[in-house]
């Protein structure tokens, strides 16, 4: 019997199953913090591109549209933002707390998952947390995807337009 190793990416490496936990979450979240990855253009460098904060407009206007609440986590690689309970000085007993996910760089309204969660009191250590209306969701939404898409209409028009014949290549114009 002939054993036959191809290994088209040079030098052959043993590899232990052990040395990868069976969970596919597990081995996506170890191969991002040991910077592995398919990548198209960016050469051998390693770690992500966190260029989502500054060039997508839903995460802008979502930061904008939570600018009065603190935050506990705002996650731009991994699309998420938490914020902290936040109540109102006149009525100290009832607060909220809103998480939002990006599921996609569109502005779109399946692109985000928001949940407001409603935290009552009646004493400090009497408290019942509710996730709240999804009135309250749908209004966050509906302001987040108006801001976006304000944001997006804002950068196409300051881009200057250029005539369609300095578009073209001198490939494509023969």
Same mark, same amino acid.
Request: proline share 4%.
């Given at each position: 019997?002939?054993?036959?190793?191809?290994?088209?990416?040079?030098?052959?490496?043993?590899?232990?199953?052990?040395?990868?936990?069976?969970?596919?979450?597990?081995?996506?979240?170890?191969?991002?913090?040991?910077?592995?990855?398919?990548?198209?253009?960016?050469?051998?460098?390693?770690?992500?591109?966190?260029?989502?904060?500054?060039?997508?407009?839903?995460?802008?206007?979502?930061?904008?549209?939570?600018?009065?609440?603190?935050?506990?986590?705002?996650?731009?690689?991994?699309?998420?933002?938490?914020?902290?309970?936040?109540?109102?000085?006149? $009525?100290? +007993?009832?607060? &909220?707390?809103? @998480?939002?996910?990006?599921?996609? %760089? !569109?502005?779109?309204?399946?692109? =985000? *998952?928001?949940?407001?969660?409603?935290?009552?009191?009646?004493? $400090?250590? +009497?408290?019942? &947390?509710?996730? @709240?209306?999804?009135?309250?969701? %749908? !209004?966050?939404?509906?302001?987040? =995807? *108006?801001?976006?898409?304000?944001?997006?209409?804002?950068?196409? $028009?300051? +881009?200057?337009?250029?005539?369609?014949?300095?578009?073209?290549?001198?490939?494509?114009?023969?």
């Amino acid at each position: 019997m002939v054993v036959t190793n191809l290994n088209s990416c040079g030098i052959y490496r043993p590899v232990s199953a052990k040395d990868y936990p069976p969970e596919p979450e597990k081995r996506v979240q170890k191969n991002i913090q040991e910077g592995k990855g398919f990548q198209i253009m960016g050469g051998n460098k390693k770690g992500g591109d966190f260029n989502f904060a500054t060039s997508n407009e839903m995460w802008r206007a979502s930061l904008d549209i939570l600018d009065f609440m603190p935050l506990t986590s705002a996650d731009y690689g991994g699309g998420l933002i938490i914020t902290d309970w936040y109540s109102d000085q006149n $009525d100290s +007993n009832d607060s &909220v707390k809103i @998480s939002i996910r990006f599921l996609s %760089n !569109e502005i779109r309204a399946d692109a =985000l *998952k928001i949940q407001v969660f409603s935290k009552e009191c009646k004493t $400090d250590m +009497n408290c019942k &947390v509710l996730q @709240s209306n999804p009135k309250i969701e %749908n !209004e966050l939404k509906v302001a987040i =995807l *108006k801001k976006a898409a304000k944001y997006k209409k804002d950068m196409v $028009d300051s +881009n200057k337009k250029r005539p369609l014949n300095t578009i073209l290549t001198s490939d494509d114009k023969q």
